[in-house]
């Protein structure tokens, strides 16, 4: 069995890539590099896997008890804790920079289809602007 503290060292080692790659996944986002966001989100899914296993696995560990009795595990388990606060902080600053992105996105799509043609501009039932190529296509005078 892994000895307790390795299972520990290789949490701090996993979320320290995570949060690289949340920090990258920002510099995508701002760059607007799809090709980029998909990859990274690919790789975080991944690093969050791996932390869950890790956690499990520690869960598990017949010396857990240690986790709390154990000034140097549970400081170690304090910074393993703040690493992944900051994770989360930062996930959510990407989170409300991709829903910003998203409201520009739809702001743009909705300036293009007005542009298009202007007189078949109309809302549909969610009470976004859509464009109907077929109005008055039928009429007979």
Do not use: W
């Amino acid at each position: 069995m892994t000895q307790i503290t390795d299972i520990i060292a290789n949490q701090h080692k996993l979320l320290d890539s995570l949060k690289l790659t949340i920090t990258a996944e920002k510099d995508a986002l701002i760059a607007q590099d799809a090709d980029q966001l998909l990859r990274l989100a690919n790789e975080k899914a991944q690093l969050l896997n791996e932390i869950k296993l890790g956690d499990t696995e520690l869960a598990a560990h017949p010396e857990l008890g240690r986790l709390t009795q154990e000034p140097q595990l549970i400081a170690q388990i304090d910074d393993a804790k703040q690493a992944l606060a900051e994770c989360k902080q930062l996930n959510e600053q990407n989170s409300a920079l991709i829903e910003h992105s998203m409201a520009s996105v739809n702001r743009f799509s909705q300036a293009l289809q007005a542009s298009r043609n202007a007189n078949s501009l109309t809302y549909d039932g969610k009470g976004k602007t859509s464009t109907i190529s077929t109005l008055g296509n039928n009429l007979k005078a």
